[in-house]
């Protein structure tokens, strides 16, 4: 994911218009009129709290690029501007022991598109910067400009870029939810074939149940496996030695019957 300056200057926003704060916060902000000076600071975004008794205005540079923080050596002359001054940055972009102990750093998590303090700037005491208020006042109050962007054309190349995300993000997702349903339709196809499989055998049961109780077997209760065993063992049905038990005892009666020698 590509991370811009204006997803962080967005929830810097926020930090200072949310709830129960109500600051002054403005973006891309000049030190003065260009109608007075060619060679004019310009701060990525100003915060003013609006107080009397205890003025304060912070001031951030946000970098989304390492190599631009290396060769940025403007920033300095931003704190005479700023009681509190700080860096926002992604995750791990710019280390604490990389800043002076009095400026801070603000870590921005895209996945979360939220912000955390892992340095607090400190308070310096400023004369209040007259001619950049006056500048605010004059060129940005009630202006057409576009919030968090220093021209149209970078407003229009964010929301293109955030247009082809959000399209990305699209196809990932339907590609996701493709391969999900292909997954419950092999699952489902593989329950089919496992209950086919067990019809079958239900069926082959039942047609071997009826075969072992036509030879006199059982195929219920607890004696069913001894009987199959009997019989597989003698080499002869259950029923067939049962047959042959019985014409033995009558060929016997007969015998005795004709006063004979059955041997």
Known sequence: MTIRADMILRQLQKRHTGGQVRDAFFTEVKNGSSWFSDHLLRLDAIA??????????????VKVDRQDFLRDDKWPGYLKYCHRFSFACPVGLI???ELPEDVGLIYYNPEKDCISTKRKAAFRVIEIPW?????LV???LDSDRHPFF???????QAWVRDKAERRELAYMVSDKMRELVRDVERRESALKRKEHEMREDLD???RIKKILEDHGIRAYGWRVESELSEALNRGITLHVARTVDKLRKDVEELVKAVGGDAH
Request: proline content about 6%; overall charge positive.
């Open 150 to 156: 220093s021209s149209r054309r970078e407003y229009l």
């Open 131 to 135: 001619e950049m208020l006056y500048y």
């Open 138 to 140: 004059i060129s940005r």
């Open 204 to 206: 082959q049961f039942v």
């Open 95 to 97: 280390k604490p022991d």
């Open 48 to 61: 003013i709290k609006k107080s009397w008794k205890n003025p304060c205005i912070t001031g951030y540079e």
